[in-house]
């Protein structure tokens, strides 16, 4: 192998070098700026199909018959993790409807990310009150910057065609007690719909409203209602005729009459 040879040889060998050092000095690089802080449902990374990423929630009272609900709401920060507490803020949006101390429970005047940790979860304690039952209320959340946490992931676009977006940095909890009819209701079985009948069939069968809604089969709905209906026509026998929300005398679906 002649000299010139060996030279060129030697100058690749050089520049490969080279090139592993500046590969491993990149992998090698950790976060750089301030981390920033967002909200875990809009940012999360999708592991399930039935998975969504989303700002918002609707927490409804109405198939329940609870009057409190916790409602859950996770933090999430870049970056690694720190061996000490790190504060963040999280302030109520004075465009929220939803009032402190009424519709829910005032939040804490601090709130911080653990020390080892890169989440924090807030439980938001909100109260069923009789104006649910005609007014929807919302309760805005929003991240604001800090010593600690930077907010530059504000938004990303999730529909091309309208440009609609969706937050990172602002959440929002919709709360309500405005009745709805049970998904798998049918009034063939059981008659028109009211809050009343509802009630009623939930109290005397045992059952809740969450299971109209979303687990009730139809050989059920057809056994229930004439069990209803023939409970109704008992307590009309024996003098009590148990009326519905518009006065009428309540019955069940044509089905089981």
Same mark, same amino acid.
């Given at each position: ?23 491993c000095e990149k ?15 809009? *940012?999360?990374?999708?592991?399930? *199909? ?7 929630? =609707? ?13 859950? %709401? ?21 465009? $929220? ?40 209320? %919302?309760?805005?959340? =929003? ?30 909890i ?17 008659? $028109?719909? $009211? ?19 979303? $687990?009730?089969?139809?050989a059920?709905?057809?056994?229930f ?14 003098? =009590? ?5 518009? *006065? ?10």
């Amino acid at each position: 192998m002649n000299l010139a040879m060996k030279k060129i040889i030697y100058s690749i060998s050089t520049i490969m070098v080279l090139f592993t050092l500046v590969s491993c000095e990149k992998q090698l690089m950790t976060y750089e700026g301030k981390p920033s802080i967002y909200f875990n449902e809009a *940012g999360k990374q999708l592991i399930y *199909g039935s998975d969504v990423n989303t700002d918002s929630i =609707n927490i409804s009272f109405s198939l329940v018959k609870g009057t409190d609900s916790i409602q859950k %709401v996770i933090l999430a920060t870049t970056g690694a993790m720190s061996t000490a507490d790190r504060a963040y803020r999280l302030e109520v949006d004075p465009a $929220s409807t939803a009032i402190a101390g009424k519709h829910y429970d005032a939040l804490p005047t601090a709130f911080f990310i653990k020390k080892n940790q890169i989440k924090d979860t807030i439980q938001v304690k909100i109260h069923r009150t009789a104006d649910m039952l005609t007014n929807s209320y %919302v309760l805005y959340l =929003n991240l604001v910057e800090n010593e600690n946490f930077s907010i530059e992931m504000k938004d990303k676009v999730i529909n091309a065609a309208t440009g609609k977006r969706m937050s990172f940095i602002k959440y929002k909890i919709i709360i309500s007690d405005i009745l709805k009819k049970p998904t798998r209701w049918l009034d063939t079985y059981f008659g $028109s719909f $009211s809050r009343k009948k509802l009630f009623l069939i939930c109290d005397y069968l045992n059952i809740t409203p969450a299971y109209l809604d979303t $687990s009730i089969s139809v050989a059920e709905m057809n056994a229930f209602g004439k069990l209803m209906q023939r409970y109704l026509n008992e307590q009309k026998a024996g003098g =009590n005729i148990i009326y519905d929300e518009d *006065g009428t005398a309540m019955i069940m679906g044509v089905s089981v009459q």
